[in-house]
């Protein structure tokens, strides 16, 4: 079946700098790839998805890329600020539409 | 459309009593997924039922665990006889075929 691997663990960036968390996937047959943020103590909130049928996604600060080939893709964040911290995780599925999630990011902003 | 709906939000058991977790999808959905979140961990998967239906249940202990979505209102997760290790969040997420999941306020269990 299918299994995402998500790194880091956890990252910690200086205020203002680029974030990149980085997911890779098992099951080519996988066509959608959305990323949520969680905040402490909150429930996991969508911030962005991609599906297989484009290369890049972007959202203000926020873009997410694909690698089909590879099977990986990508949330990058920049000119990060105190509110992006939280946890991020990214998620992976087919058109059964069952999520399959990464073990998560702790991302931490140092101001 | 009120969103995901999970109740209680809170809920204190002893041990060897059960708990019964609800969860209302938004409206039109008809997917649902139960995950488990320990304390500064990942989302768990539990279960994934359409209506009637348990499709995965392959993140589900094989004893005291049991979920439904019937036809009508909400889908429950129901653990018996919970022990201290059931004490985490349960979160639900509804969503249609092929979109984004939402995700309930989640169901903080404690277990004394």
């Known amino acids: 079946g299918e299994n995402v691997e998500q790194h880091p663990s956890t990252l910690s960036v200086q205020e203002g700098d680029s974030a990149v968390i980085k997911c890779t996937y098992s099951?080519?047959?996988?066509?959608?790839f959305p990323w949520y943020k969680q905040e402490l103590g909150k429930r996991p909130q969508l911030i962005i998805d991609?599906?297989?049928n484009v290369g890049e996604k972007k959202d203000q600060r926020i873009a997410v890329t694909l690698n089909k080939t590879a099977k990986h893709f990508s949330l990058h964040i920049t000119e990060t600020q105190p509110e992006d911290s939280a946890v991020y995780f990214c998620?992976?599925?087919?058109?059964?539409?069952?999520?399959?999630w990464g073990a998560g990011t702790k991302l931490i902003i140092k101001p | 459309n009120a969103g995901v709906m999970q109740n209680p939000r809170h809920l204190v058991r002893r041990r060897g009593q059960e708990a019964r977790l609800r969860c209302s999808p938004m409206?039109?959905?008809?997917?649902v997924y139960w995950y488990r979140q320990l304390p500064e961990e990942g989302l768990k998967f539990m279960v994934y039922?359409?209506?009637?239906?348990?499709?995965?249940e392959s993140g589900m202990p094989k004893e005291r665990f049991s979920a439904e979505f019937p036809k009508e209102g909400p889908s429950i997760l129901r653990i018996q006889q919970v022990v201290r290790g059931d004490s985490a969040a349960y979160f639900c997420?509804?969503?249609?075929?092929?979109?984004?999941?939402?995700f309930g306020q989640g169901t903080r269990l404690t277990v004394v």
């Open positions: 997420a509804s969503a249609r075929q092929d979109t984004e999941a939402f």
């Open positions: 409206k039109g959905h008809s997917h």
């Open positions: 039922l359409q209506k009637e239906n348990i499709i995965d």
């Open positions: 099951d080519s047959a996988s066509n959608y």
């Open positions: 991609i599906r297989s």
């Open positions: 998620a992976a599925s087919k058109s059964n539409y069952q999520l399959i």
